[in-house]
């Protein structure tokens, strides 16, 4: 190896870095903005415990002990049946009956035996129930989310960074020159990308079903469409990201920006019930929350297509959006001439 080499190679590749000032910009912005919304909406002051509260009267008079710490936040239900539902999702954590001095408890719930100890050394006349009906393990409930945030990484990095790469090397320059058409190219690049990522998770929906005994109780049909749907919408953003990018480290950063919001804000690893309102809206204009709502109401509820329309209303309204934009400003050249 010579040093010689190394260091003119290094050299040439922080000044191309250094002179993309997109990228530079971007590369220092992000961390700043990721940080702040992390700090803002993660902050040490948001509750860490979820308990659901059912009470007929008003349950802050006579509210216990354990819900009154900074680290627990109180939900409100009127329907009992909808806070069981919660806990047995794992979006709250304690289910209590502050008029009966009742509180429900899912096992499987490591935050909820935290909040069960505390409440028996506080509170020792709450007397105790189990959530009955099928039993909801926390990797039942984060499974859809694994297979949906699977789709987003397939098709963003996957569509994202090939669309840039051919960009950049000149082969779209050089495609152009044939009698292939932008649909056509288009669309057979989507349906490679959306046959291997289907593909990919329904392995892994198997691999769960068979090694993890993962709960499945729902239409597999009625799955594959929200699949499908969703697979289909996250390919459309990744066109979007990439249609007229020629630097792969701003389509990185694009592709990034827009994942990690999803991570955090779809539902994907734990609800975000009980969170500020904004922020709920803003996880509702975020497909990757459609999509992990729409496959947990099936595979957890058994969910009918009525019943994940909306869900699925929100998915075909984004891709249509999305696809249309990416074909509209698509550019074949490396250069935008």
């Known amino acids: 190896m010579s040093l010689r080499r190394f260091l003119a190679v290094l050299r040439a590749r922080n000044l191309e870095f250094m002179r993309d000032r997109s990228t530079l910009i971007w590369n220092i912005a992000f961390p700043v903005i990721l940080i702040a919304g992390f700090a803002l909406i993660f902050g040490n002051s948001n509750p860490v415990f979820k308990v659901g509260i059912l009470s007929a009267q008003d349950a802050y008079v006579s509210q216990p002990q354990v819900t009154r710490s900074e ?9 009992q049946s909808d806070a069981l539902a919660a806990l047995r999702r794992h979006q709250v954590h304690l289910v209590l009956d502050v008029d009966q001095r009742l509180y429900w408890i899912n096992e499987t719930s490591r935050e909820g ?19 009955g009906g099928l039993e909801v393990r926390y990797v039942d409930w984060a499974m859809p989310g694994v297979l949906a945030m699977n789709i987003m990484f397939a098709c963003l990095f996957g569509v994202g960074y090939v669309l840039v790469r051919y960009r950049k090397n000149g082969v779209l320059k050089r495609l152009r020159a044939t009698p292939l058409s932008t649909l056509e190219f288009l669309a057979a690049h989507m349906a490679s990308r959306l046959v291997l990522v289907m593909a990919v998770s329904a392995a892994l929906l198997l691999g769960g079903m068979a090694l ?76 990757l929350t ?30 249509a959006v999305f696809l249309s934009l990416g074909v509209l400003l698509f550019n074949w050249e490396s250069d935008h001439r």
């Open 290 to 319: 459609h999509i992990v709502e729409a496959a947990r109401m099936v595979m957890l509820d058994a969910a009918s297509l009525a019943e994940v329309q909306y869900h699925l209303s929100m998915l075909a309204l984004m891709a």
């Open 71 to 79: 680290q627990v936040g109180t939900i409100p239900y009127v329907s």
């Open 113 to 131: 035996q935290v909040l069960e100890e505390l409440l028996a050394f506080h509170d020792p006349e709450y007397r105790r129930r189990l959530i």
């Open 212 to 287: 993890l005994d993962i709960v499945m109780v729902g239409s597999f049909w009625l799955l594959a469409f929200i699949g499908l749907l969703g697979t289909l919408c996250l390919i459309s953003l990744g066109l979007l990201i990439a249609t007229r990018s020629r630097s792969e480290e701003l389509t990185g950063g694009l592709i990034n920006f827009s994942t990690w919001p999803m991570i955090f804000l779809s539902g994907a690893w734990f609800s975000i019930e009980g969170a500020p309102y904004w922020l709920q809206l803003l996880a509702e204009a975020l497909p």
